[in-house]
């Protein structure tokens, strides 16, 4: 089973509630954040729901591994909110024995993204919404 993508692209301000609570499930809470998912039907349908701010596709092995390497970061325990009480809904990717956390902080792309920017679907020239196979360039521009 192949493996989903999702890069967030756009920003926080004036967001929907709901698309706001989908993209914080997915755990893609600021711009240039990528989050890696296993290809189900729930995840693809949370995807569609918020596809005019992140990008999203499939990505092959050899993606997933240079991006494990080059931008995974180690997982060191639950952290603590501003209340103080411990966070147990973080969890983390164990490959290897290394304990590695499930999103990666990425780099803008270098070239850019494509020619008519962050406001245009990707079937019509810009970079939001499903790529397919492509997502494997655009991971790699930004690593």
Not at 13 to 18: Q, R
Not at 61 to 75: A, H, I, N, P
Request: proline share 4%.
């Amino acid at each position: 089973m192949s493996k989903l993508a999702a890069i967030r692209i756009r920003g926080q301000i004036g967001i929907d509630v709901n698309i706001r609570k989908t993209l914080i499930v997915l755990k893609l809470l600021n711009k240039h954040v990528c989050a890696v998912f296993e290809n189900t039907p729930s995840m693809k349908g949370m995807l569609v729901k918020v596809k005019d701010y992140v990008a999203w596709g499939e990505i092959d092995d050899e993606t997933y591994t240079l991006l494990m390497e080059k931008r995974g970061e180690e997982y060191k325990g639950p952290l603590k909110d501003k209340s103080g009480k411990i966070d147990y809904s973080k969890k983390y990717i164990e490959i290897n024995g290394k304990k590695i956390k499930p999103v990666f902080r990425m780099h803008p792309p270098k070239g850019g993204y494509e020619k008519k920017g962050i406001k245009t679907p990707y079937t019509m020239g810009g970079a939001l919404g499903y790529r397919a196979d492509k997502m494997n360039d655009l991971v790699k521009k930004m690593i």
